[in-house]
């Protein structure tokens, strides 16, 4: 292989923690799993899957870049060599101490090295990533570039871990494929990343999107199903906007639900609501206390989505018990993940010089795919469906 | 086949409603789907697939049975007559609005006619039905006979529809087999009751039982997994338990939850939570607002369990962040369902004659193989794991 | 519901035989299964979900049609009805027992039956309702309406079955759809008949079609995948070619195979032969003898098709043991069935004036939408891949 | 950690060649991928994750073993040093070109070796390791310790590759469970060798286990299905049978075979045949032609096996059609693979000092977990229906 026709492509993971990076420590006479820090980028160094040395001396490598923060893979099957920088926050994160502001920081911190990168992986934690990448995708506005976020169900420093592949392939998808939308990369597949939901704790394919096929999956091939990658008709710039409203939550219906919890639920300082309700849609339309819970706050300009608790499945209007919350101003949510729903009313609650009407207009549209069925507009993706 | 030595089993069928027996109507100038009541014994004695009238008239069926209630099957491969009589509930109900008071109401009709039949049938709406059928298997103390829940997703008076099916199934079972749980039938798969959850809404396999194989799966033959088949080791009398303590709810943690809005939640007048925690149940341990929370509310006498919002897994306590939760007081709900674990919270606040310290040992008990890590007692259930 | 509205279509049944016509009868002492003559029909007209009496009797249905033979489904959600006419074979088959000559009678009832009616349904025992799909696909020619194969894994007499469900599905697509295809129907699925395989003897489940999608599900709502219906560029007149080869055999590598098994099997009347080889398409590059047998076959005018053992997958030749069956003369067969090949070689080792040359050519070319990738031309089915 | 308590145990690895260790080469100006001599250790050595050359250097680990082919595993979570061995083939085989004698070999470097591992795992070509595995469990009569086949779909020298993880898997269990069975690990589970078929050519989880679960899922955690791991009621001395028959073959019924086809087949030095039948083992019963020759060829000495052609599923007689075949003199195959009945009757036939009849009560007979029912027999198995 001739090294002079290779081309070099440049990915930046941010190393925001989660358990890929973790080591087992003792706490409390209790031998529990806690982010390590500066380790990952020299384990990495060491591992010849991971980072090719010889190529770097002989291209001379690090009189171009840090040789305390950047590695380069092998030559890959498409004839690349993908240059790959770590940026390790500090501190390291268990993804369930993620927060809105550490969301800010990760949006901050693509837009400031957008021009410089080909594409981004994020390493993260899997408990909270689904949420990470529905807030993300909601939050870069115009992404133009591949943003995968990836992490393991086993520390890449133990023996046998899905994180070494887990890191690769979200290194070579970064590197090598124009798929501008905020992805989560596991076990051999791509993901839409606000479609996805974690459904297994104990398994190495942790991840599914219940309403949408995977993007791509990498086994023998990459293979990547471009009708279903996303492309926004825009050519606006790149933008991330990390103005991101907290007051929001999440309600699960119930047989037994008393109006008092929900009246206690809605009256603290909450703005935008995801009812989970029953099915396609459903809540009980002989509960007209319940159902005037729901109407005063929304009347008192709280915005409320409704979604199913079904993992599969969209809300309709096909049964009496569906209308029932239509009527009384909820907004459907179609097949959104409770992960994307949340982090939507997030980034459109927080949206200034805007009225309730066209937030709640927003809400029902498909901003970035990650609803089947756009409400406000005609149907922008024939592929969701 | 000599009638003579056919053994006829009775089931008793309670009709509460759902999408099985409803039929479009126009409700303010929209079709929607509504219950429609006196209409399912007519149509299915219509059917004979589901009576055979030649049979009952053939052995004078009505001269000891109802004529305007009672049906009788085809003869079973298994050689079984099985004798239904349905029941028929008013009014009907969407699932929807199913309530705590009509769980009591069917466990009540199931004890009084408990020891004229085999075999219990429950016809139920898909939306709560792994509500219900959780509750019950609470409710239902030394059940020693089958009682299956199963409805459909499309009306059984369309031509295509999966109630006939699903009916008929549920009957085999309730009438043939000694399963002497609370179970839902559904698609050819019989799964414990309070191990499901609805995971589609769109789609004949509606149901998952993520963390425990079906008990029974009926296609070609009828195979029964009895190695799983629960049999609590008590011969007292059956007996149901309709005292149900409401004040219960659901809690999901998200990246962004605000202590507020957890306070405002805890302060209604709520009794037990379930807080569906993240991955293998974990909780932030970065911030101590959300945790003050959740001890206040522990100090004062409220129960809160720990399940995940996975899909499929188990609580443990291998990440520093799993370690905050139980040393907040939490109980470690295993793999319970949120369906199970809110009516097991249910139930037993309900108990009487019971301190805080009785009912919070129970919530870790496994009582009816609704989890399969018994974190109280022994383990009960070698084939749960 | 305005029955002046309601549009009739009109569906002919072909009752071939198989298990959903069979009742058990005592043979030799021993309960088997065994075609069941002059049942079918008269059973359907007892069952209301297969026949809506009242109808044929207020619309005067038999005026027009013989009431011997024809039934009328109750109305479907669409809004038509479909009227169906069985026409039973003497005698029926064991699907074991279909021939070539059977399916050339099920050809010619086509094409004789072709104007007069909408769509067809042809039932099938499941052992061999693969083989004849694909023979039926390449038989007809020019196809304009939907052929459909159906059939059950349970009787339809007996009380729990598929048969029921499978007639009726079958009868709602080939009555209301145009999928101008040879398609067989299972349990909720309709598939593309030269695409399926037989993969389970005791699941309702009973068919894959390993390497294309389904081409409808149909469940709460019949999904048609539009993309994936074939759809021949053609408007020449729908012809039956009936003409079969039936000097074909199959032939699978295993690794002891000894060149004598293979000269012996080739040294028969054979003209046509699938060799089922290990993987892409592989073939030992070690063993002269065996790869000698088969360039002697191919040169004695002997057609060899390269399809791989494998359920799933394609031939290609990247390993050299791939190489050596295209260097020896064998034809690519992408990702065709068994069934596909050996259907597909009876029918082109039939046509007259066409030398071996030109019948090479077509056995290489997508025909029917059976292989995924044309050999011998550009590709005509995008969807295909 | 203390390594003064660190148990080390061993593990032979015999390379026989396969995909694992090909490269990319140019064949006749094509790009083909062939097996590369003498690269595997050493390419294995300077990866991390299989080798820990700290270790090695700090134990002295190569005082005691040859530092040309002998590596060390990082220490594993239970606590254990896996040293392993590898053993390179010289050529080493693409698996097309696998024979019986490279059985044999593979057999006999087992029983050389036996005492000196704790376990053994054997590098192979994917095409055919499942006739290998299968074979292999034969041959290995009383094996007390376990014996993994594995390989990969994608060269373990590429970037992203299957090699690494199969390789890594295999060495885990073999160094540190006792499955004294002849297996397959692929993707993270582990098979039983003789139950498994490959049915992927494409996919990283390229095998199927279609009548038997995994005995083992290695992800998250290593959960090992002990009910299910076969335990022979045996004491005595391990051995290797490398006797094998080669002259046996397999013959797939389809509709239009002809028994001229049949003759020639069982014409040839054939002593042993699988005829693969349709559904649960059914024959045509209206064709004398064809079981006449099939007789003919029984009558000669000839075992023929009744196999279904599904890949799930087993042998009955509930048809009439499945009566012919039993009347015929043939061996009911239960639910074997074809891989599993070809090389056991390789096995058996091979047996000397056996008449037919005890070759014929040996086929019908579960040897080695090959087979859910037992013909011959009380069933040894509970687990394996």
């Known amino acids: 292989t001739d090294d002079s026709c290779v081309l070099e492509t440049r990915v930046l993971v941010l190393n925001t923690g989660g358990t890929i990076g973790m080591k087992m420590h003792l706490v409390d006479s209790q031998d529990v799993l806690v982010p390590e820090p500066n380790a990952l980028f020299k384990y990495l160094r060491t591992l010849p899957i991971l980072h090719d040395a010889e190529y770097a001396k ?34 390291l994160l268990d993804s369930s101490n993620m927060t809105t502001d550490d969301w800010a ?112 999956t990498t086994e023998v091939d990459i293979a990547i199903n471009w009708d279903t990658v996303w492309r926004a008709n825009s050519t606006s710039k790149f933008k991330v906007s990390t103005e ?45 206390d319940l159902i005037e819970e729901l109407k005063k706050a929304i009347a008192s300009g709280i915005i409320i989505m409704n979604c199913t608790q079904c993992l599969k499945g969209t809300v309709s209007a096909s049964y009496n018990t569906g209308k029932v919350l239509l009527d009384a101003g909820l907004i459907a949510g179609s097949d959104m993940t409770p992960e994307a729903a949340l982090s939507k009313l997030s980034y459109v609650l927080a949206k200034k010089n805007m009225n309730i009407e066209g937030k709640k207009k927003l809400m029902g549209e498909n901003l970035r795919g990650e609803m089947s069925i756009d409400l406000g507009a005609t149907r922008l993706c024939m592929n969701d469906s």
């Not at 690349?80 to 926050?89: D, H, Q, V, W």
């Not at 901050?108 to 994020?122: L, T």
């Not at 639920?265 to 609501?273: K, R, T």
């Open 58 to 91: 002989k291209t001379c490598l690090y009189d171009y870049y840090n040789p305390d923060d950047t590695l380069v893979l092998p030559l890959s099957k498409e004839n690349k060599r993908i240059i790959y920088t770590i940026l390790e926050y500090k501190p």
């Open 105 to 216: 920081k990760i949006g901050k911190d693509i837009e400031a090295n957008y021009e410089n990168y080909d594409g981004f992986v994020i390493l993260h934690g899997t408990d909270t990533m689904a949420y990470t990448a529905s807030a993300l995708s909601f939050m870069c506005e115009h992404l133009g570039k591949p943003v995968i976020l990836t992490g393991s169900q086993v520390p890449i420093y133990e023996m046998k871990n899905d994180g070494r592949d887990n890191l690769l392939g979200a290194l070579v998808i970064a590197g090598q494929y124009c798929i501008p939308e905020v992805c989560l990369y596991f076990y051999n597949k791509l993901y839409r990343g606000n479609r996805v939901t974690k459904v297994d704790a104990g398994s190495y394919n942790a991840y599914s999107s219940p309403n949408l096929p995977p993007l791509a």
């Open 244 to 288: 991101l409203n907290r007051n929001v939550g999440l309600l699960r219906l119930f047989p037994g639900i008393t109006s008092e919890t929900v009246r206690a639920f809605l009256q603290g300082p909450i703005e935008g609501v995801v009812l989970e309700s029953y099915g396609s849609g459903n809540a009980p339309d002989n509960r007209p």
